[in-house]
């Protein structure tokens, strides 16, 4: 997909599919920054995990976090049809804090 000219691998994330580990992710976006560097690595969250409980969503970000990838990504929703705000809010909060969280968010330069 790279030498196809793709600037943006996207990879399950850890926690959200059965048997996909934060090793095998972590192994996956080393070598996606090895193979042509300057390509982003997305770690996306979904599977309908987006709409679980903002607990899970903080123990799923983690996981995402010590992938190493590059962009963190949320999901629809999928049954749901929307990912609740809650969950939004804690996935940001659990990879930046609420510091940054809140700046970002009463921020005019979206």
């Known amino acids: 997909?790279?030498?196809?000219?793709?600037?943006?691998?996207d990879l399950p994330c850890p926690g959200t599919r059965g048997g996909i580990t934060t090793e095998m992710i972590r192994e996956l976006v080393e070598f996606t920054h090895r193979y042509k560097p300057g390509?982003?690595?997305?770690?996306?969250?979904?599977?309908s995990v987006e709409c679980a409980d903002p607990a899970t969503i903080s123990q799923v970000a983690l996981k995402m976090k010590e992938t190493g990838a590059?962009?963190?990504?949320?999901?629809?929703?999928?049954?749901?049809?929307?990912?609740?705000?809650?969950?939004?809010?804690?996935?940001?909060?659990?990879?930046?804090?609420?510091?940054?969280?809140?700046?970002?968010?009463?921020s005019v330069n979206k």
């Open 70 to 106: 590059d962009i963190h990504a949320i999901g629809d929703g999928g049954f749901g049809g929307c990912t609740p705000p809650k969950n939004i809010y804690q996935l940001s909060v659990s990879l930046k804090g609420e510091h940054y969280t809140w700046f970002r968010m009463a």
């Open 39 to 47: 390509t982003l690595a997305m770690c996306f969250l979904n599977s």
């Open 1 to 9: 997909m790279i030498d196809a000219g793709a600037d943006c691998i």
